[in-house]
């Protein structure tokens, strides 16, 4: 009787934990994502981009007058290709 009570028991606590663990599960998620959106926050700041893409610049070094095109060309390409690859083999069959 004793065995019957204890295996009982222990089927009772398991279910309890897995109940409970079901029921908490949504807001520990929601806690860790919070917390972690935060230290992202703190190690790259509020925009981790820099100033915002509409703010407009003055006073840069490389300010350039609105409406002036510019070309940059890339570098040419300093990579040789060599035109023999390696030695034909002509295979025979043997039978």
Same mark, same amino acid.
């Given at each position: 009787?004793?065995?019957?009570?204890?295996?009982?028991?222990?089927?009772?606590? $398991?279910? *309890?934990?897995? !109940?409970?663990?079901?029921?908490?599960?949504?807001?520990?998620?929601?806690?860790? &994502? @919070? /917390?972690? #959106?935060?230290?992202?926050?703190?190690? $790259?700041? *509020?925009?981790? !981009?820099?100033?915002?893409?509409?703010?407009?610049?003055?006073?840069?070094?490389? &300010? @350039? /007058?609105? #409406?002036?095109?510019?070309?940059?060309?890339?570098?040419?390409?300093?990579?040789?290709?060599?035109?023999?690859?390696?030695?034909?083999?002509?295979?025979?069959?043997?039978?």
């Amino acid at each position: 009787m004793d065995f019957l009570k204890t295996v009982l028991i222990i089927l009772l606590v $398991f279910f *309890a934990l897995r !109940f409970s663990w079901k029921l908490a599960k949504p807001y520990l998620f929601k806690y860790i &994502a @919070k /917390k972690m #959106g935060q230290r992202f926050e703190k190690s $790259f700041g *509020a925009n981790p !981009f820099g100033d915002s893409p509409f703010q407009q610049t003055t006073n840069t070094k490389n &300010a @350039k /007058k609105e #409406g002036k095109v510019t070309i940059d060309k890339d570098a040419p390409n300093t990579r040789k290709t060599s035109k023999t690859v390696g030695e034909y083999v002509d295979f025979e069959e043997v039978d």
